[in-house]
């Protein structure tokens, strides 16, 4: 199963912006965060296909993972 990741702003930083990462058909989104060594605390936001979701939930072929830090502003 193939997933686009999308990282944005910090989690960009010594990774990629955006890739085609494969995954077995089991995988739930904290298995991507793991995979790519980020912690879930560290994490402000997950969307999926656009949409809001949880870390346990599972990804499906071809689904488009947003992943964002907390925001912080002023």
């Known amino acids: 199963m193939e997933v686009e990741v999308r990282l944005f702003a910090s989690f960009r930083v010594g ?8 995954f077995n058909d089991e ?6 965060l ?3 060594k980020i912690k879930k605390e560290e994490l ?16 499906k072929d071809n689904d488009v993972l947003a992943i ?4 912080a502003g002023g």
């Open 68 to 71: 964002f830090p907390p925001v």
């Open 15 to 22: 990774r990629f912006k955006y890739k085609r990462l494969t």
């Open 34 to 36: 793991d995979s790519l």
């Open 27 to 32: 995988a739930k989104i904290i298995d991507i």
């Open 44 to 59: 402000g936001l997950v969307l999926v296909n656009g949409i809001y979701s949880d870390t346990d939930a599972f990804v």
